[in-house]
C-alpha cells in the first residue's frame, strides 16, 4: 500500500509528516558516496549513486559508488517498516512492487514490512539513466534501477549489522539477517531493522557492498509474493490526481479546437459566465478555459460558450483523403532507414515474389483515468503539483517556462495514475502545460484541470496513422533472399526537444523500429521511409513503431512461408540462427501450444515472434471461425524472456495485458477523421477489449541469468499478427488492414 504521505495530502497524518521530515531533513546532506541520515525518531535513510549509463551495461558482483550525489531510496522506520522510494510513476504496470523488491532481496527484508513511496521530482537525484532526466516509459524502469537499488539495499542490510555488532560486542561475521530480523546465533540475541536504524544511522557508510548471487534470491523470482498496492486500490484509499483536494480548489475545463491545428477566433462567453458555479472564463492560446467551483458548472460552462475558431492552419483532410496522399507517397523512394546488400537487384531475380500493402489507424491511449492535475502557486514564485506525472524531467521545465520560475520550483508530488499507455509522457507536458496557463491566469485558488473521456479520446495524441508497402523475394529452395519494406506515416518527435537525438537523415527510428533492424538472415534488405506533416497531434504509444512494423513482418512471414510450402515455425528458425533468444521464446511458446498437432476443422493456430525494448516475446493463437467468418480467439499461449526476472507474477500480468491490449486494438480499435473531425468520442465509439473477447491467455518465462529487461510494452506487438496468421491459416485471406472489424472478422 502507498506510504500516507500520499494519503493525507494535508499533511496532518503524523506518519506522512514523519516521513515528508526525514526527506527533508536527509536531502540537503548531500557528501561523500552513500549517504546516511539519522532522521528525527531514530530512521535510518539511504541511498546509492551509479556512474549512470556504466551501470547499465555492467553487472560487478560487488561495486562502489562514483557519482558523489546520494539520491535518497531508503528509509528504515523505527515502526521496522522499510519505505523504497520510487523514482518511476506506477501507471499500473506495478513497478513499485518490483522495484521494493529488488531493495527488499537485497536487504534481507521481511515482505510484510516494505512499503513504497513516489520519490520527489529530481532529475539530479531521480534520473531515469536511460533518459537523463526523471521519467518512467520504454519498459526501462527495472532495468535502470537494478543496480543502485540492490546497492541500497546491501549497503543498509551492512550498515544494520554493524550496528548490531556495535551494540552486541560480537563479530560483524557472526551476524545473520533474515525476513527483517538481525540475529547472533550464538548468544541468542536478536533485533528488528527498526531497533536498530537509529545506531546505524551513526555509523560510517561502506565504500563497497557485496551483492548476493542469484541462487541465492528469495525474494526476486518468488511468485507467492503480492503487489504492494493491492490493498489500497481494492478498499480507495490510493490516492490519484482525481482524488486531490485542496483547500478552495477549483475545477477548470478547457475547450480545445475541435480540428487539430485550429485556433480561437472569436469567443462570446455570456452565456458560460451565467452558468451558476461558473468563476471565470478564460482565453488562453491553447483553447477557452471554464474555472468552476465544480467539475459539473465547469463543463456545463463550457457547453454554453459560443467559440468560432480559426481552422486556417489546421487538419481538415478526411481518414480516406490523407490515406489516398500516403499512398502517392509510397509510389516513390523514402529517406533510406536500412540498405544492406541490393534488394532491389536480388528481388527482380526471385522465383517468387510476395508483396503486400498493410493500413493501421490512427490509435487513442485511453487510459481509464482521463487525464488530470492539480496545480497550487506558491507565494514566492513556482506552484506544486500532484498528478499522475510520468515525466517529471520535462514538466518541471515546461511548467517553469509558463510560469516564468526555476524548474526546480515546480514541485511536483507523484501520485498512482490510472493507465497511461505513453499517454502521459508528452514532450511538451500538455497536460500540466494546460494546467499551469490556466492557474497562471486565473492567479488564486488552485486549480484542478481535468479532461473529459471525449476530451481525451477526441484530442489525441495517437499512434500514427501508418501504411507500410512489403515486397519479399525466395529463392528456388523457398529461402529468403530480399526484403524491400516502404513506410509512411507522421513522425511524432519531429518539432519535439527529442528530434535531434532520435531522427537521423530524415528517419524517425521509432516509425522504422522493428523492420530497419530485421533480426531474420535476409541478405538483401532495403528499409525506407516517409513522414508526411500533419497537425494532427500524434505520440508513442504502448509498444510504439514495434505495435505496426511487428505486425507487418509477421504477417509477411506467414505468407512466405506459405509460398515457400514451409511450415511457420520452422520457416522462422531456420533464419534466426543468431538470435538465440528469439529463437527460444519461438519454440517455447510452439511447444506449449501443441505446434502441429492436429485440431479440429475451422480452428487453427497462427504465431508470430519479436523483440522489442530489449525483450523477446513470441505468441501462439488458438482460433476458431463460424461460418460467418466470424473469429473467435480460443487461447493465447505466450512465451517470454526479459532477462532475470523480479515478480514473476507482475511479468505474467504484463504479459496477459499486453496480449489483451494488442488484440482489442486490432479487432476494432480505430480513430478515424471525417473533414478534420474526429468521429469518435468516447467508449461507445472507440471500442476498448470486451470481456468476451479475452481468450484464455498462458505465459511462460524463461529462465535467465541474464541482466533484466522490461515487460510492459513487449507483450503488445506479437499478440495481433498471432491471430492474424491463424485466420490467414483457417480461410486463406490475408488481413493487411487494421482493425480486423473492416474484414466483417469480427
Known amino acids: 500500500m502507498p506510504h500516507p504521505l500520499f494519503r ?98 537485497e536487504l534481507d ?42 546497492m541500497a539495499g546491501a549497503a543498509a542490510r551492512a550498515m544494520l549489522v554493524a550496528a548490531a555488532a556495535a551494540r552486541w560486542g560480537v563479530p560483524v561475521r557472526e551476524i545473520g539477517v533474515a525476513k527483517g530480523v538481525v540475529r547472533h546465533a550464538a548468544s541468542g540475541r536478536s533485533a528488528g531493522f527498526g531497533e536498530l536504524a537509529a545506531d546505524a544511522a551513526t555509523l560510517p557508510v561502506p565504500q563497497s557492498v557485496a551483492l548476493k548471487d542469484a541462487g541465492d534470491y528469495t525474494l526476486i523470482g518468488n511468485p507467492a509474493l ?89 487538419e481538415t483532410r478526411g481518414t480516406a483523403e490523407m490515406l489516398a496522399d500516403y499512398r502517392k507517397l509510397a509510389d516513390r523512394p523514402g529517406a533510406v532507414a536500412t540498405d544492406r546488400g541490393d534488394a532491389a537487384r536480388a528481388l527482380a531475380g526471385a522465383v517468387r515474389v510476395v508483396e503486400a500493402e498493410f493500413t493501421f489507424p490512427y490509435l487513442a491511449h485511453a487510459p481509464m483515468e482521463p487525464l488530470n492535475a492539480v496545480v497550487e502557486l506558491k507565494p514566492e514564485g513556482g506552484c506544486t503539483i500532484w498528478a499522475g506525472s510520468q515525466f517529471q524531467g520535462v514538466e518541471q521545465m515546461v511548467v517553469a517556462g509558463v510560469l516564468g520560475c526555476r524548474p526546480d520550483q515546480v514541485t511536483i508530488n507523484t501520485v498512482w495514475a490510472g493507465g497511461s499507455f505513453g499517454r502521459r509522457a508528452t514532450p511538451n507536458a500538455d497536460y500540466m502545460l494546460e494546467a499551469a496557463a490556466i492557474a497562471k491566469a486565473y492567479g488564486k485558488a488552485p486549480v484542478h484541470l481535468m479532461w473529459t473521456r471525449e476530451d481525451d479520446i477526441r484530442g489525441g495524441r495517437y499512434r500514427p496513422l501508418f501504411l507500410h508497402r512489403v515486397r519479399a523475394g525466395l529463392d528456388a529452395s523457398g529461402n529468403l533472399v530480399a526484403w524491400q519494406h516502404r513506410l509512411v506515416g507522421q513522425s511524432f518527435l519531429a518539432g519535439t526537444p527529442f528530434e ?82 528469439l529463437a527460444g521464446v519461438l519454440r517455447l511458446a510452439a511447444e506449449k501450444a501443441g505446434w502441429g498437432k492436429p485440431l479440429p476443422a475451422g480452428k487453427a493456430r497462427g504465431v508470430a515472434v519479436h523483440q522489442s525494448f530489449g525483450t523477446y516475446v513470441a505468441h501462439v493463437a488458438e482460433v476458431s471461425m463460424t461460418d460467418k467468418g466470424r473469429m473467435t480467439i480460443d487461447r493465447i499461449v505466450c512465451a517470454v524472456d526479459c532477462g532475470q526476472v523480479v515478480n514473476p507474477d507482475v511479468v505474467r500480468a504484463q504479459m496477459e495485458g499486453g496480449t489483451g491490449w494488442g488484440i482489442g486494438h486490432a479487432l476494432r480499435g480505430e480513430i478515424t477523421l471525417t473533414g478534420g473531425l474526429v468521429d469518435q468520442a468516447n467508449f461507445d465509439g472507440y471500442h476498448p477489449m470486451r470481456m468476451s473477447d479475452m481468450p484464455r491467455v498462458e505465459v511462460h518465462i524463461v529462465p535467465s541469468m541474464e541482466r533484466p529487461t522490461g515487460a510492459g510494452e513487449p507483450g503488445v506487438p506479437t499478440a495481433a499478427p498471432a491471430v492474424a496468421n491463424a485466420v490467414f491459416a483457417i480461410t486463406g485471406r490475408p488481413l493487411h488492414d487494421l482493425p480486423f472489424s473492416k474484414a466483417g472478422a469480427v
Not at 119 to 136: E, R, V
Not at 138 to 148: L, P, R, Y
Not at 246 to 274: H, I
Not at 545 to 551: I, Q
Request: aromatic fraction near 6%; charge should be neutral.
Open 500 to 581: 535531434s537525438a532520435m531522427v537521423k537523415n530524415g528517419v524517425d527510428e521509432t516509425s522504422v523500429e522493428g523492420v530497419s533492424d530485421l533480426p531474420y538472415a535476409v541478405p538483401n534488405l532495403a528499409v525506407d521511409l516517409h513522414s508526411p506533416p500533419s497537425p494532427v497531434t500524434t505520440l508513442w504509444w504502448r509498444s510504439v513503431g514495434h505495435t505496426h512494423t511487428a505486425y507487418a513482418k509477421e504477417v509477411m512471414m506467414d505468407e512466405l512461408a506459405r509460398a515457400a510450402g514451409k511450415d511457420p515455425v520452422e520457416f522462422r528458425l531456420a533464419l534466426l540462427k543468431d538470435h538465440p533468444r
Open 8 to 105: 493525507r495530502m494535508s499533511g496532518s497524518d503524523p506518519a506522512a509528516s514523519g516521513l515528508a521530515a526525514l526527506l527533508r531533513q536527509a536531502a540537503p546532506s548531500r557528501r561523500g558516496f552513500l549517504k546516511v541520515a539519522a532522521g528525527a525518531g531514530g530512521a535510518l535513510v539511504l541511498g546509492a549513486q551509479l556512474p549512470a549509463l556504466a551501470a547499465e551495461t555492467a553487472a560487478p558482483k560487488a561495486m562502489g559508488p562514483a557519482d558523489p550525489r546520494p539520491n535518497l531510496f531508503v528509509v528504515i522506520a523505527p515502526d521496522n517498516t522499510v519505505t523504497v522510494l520510487i523514482k518511476h510513476l506506477d501507471m499500473g504496470q506495478g513497478i513499485a512492487t518490483g522495484l521494493a523488491t529488488i531493495v527488499a532481496e
Open 226 to 314: 503480492h503487489r504492494l498496492d493491492n490493498e489500497s486500490k481494492t478498499d480507495g484509499s490510493a490516492v490519484f490526481a482525481m482524488d486531490v483536494r485542496r483547500p478552495g480548489q477549483v475545477t477548470a475545463v478547457l475547450a480545445r479546437s475541435p480540428r487539430f491545428g485550429g485556433t480561437v477566433k472569436g469567443v462570446d462567453d455570456g452565456g458560460a459566465r451565467a452558468v451558476p458555479g461558473v468563476l471565470e472564463v478564460l482565453t488562453l492560446p491553447m483553447g477557452v478555459a471554464v474555472v468552476a467551483r465544480n467539475s459539473w458548472a465547469a463543463m456545463k460552462g463550457r457547453e454554453a460558450l459560443k467559440i468560432v475558431w480559426d481552422d486556417g492552419k489546421a
Open 109 to 150: 527484508a521481511d515482505w510484510s514490512q516494505m512499503r513504497s513511496a513516489f520519490a520527489p521530482a529530481d532529475s539530479k537525484l531521480y534520473a531515469n539513466h536511460f533518459f537523463g532526466l526523471q521519467g518512467t516509459g520504454g519498459s526501462t524502469a527495472v532495468a535502470n534501477s537494478w543496480d543502485e537499488l540492490r
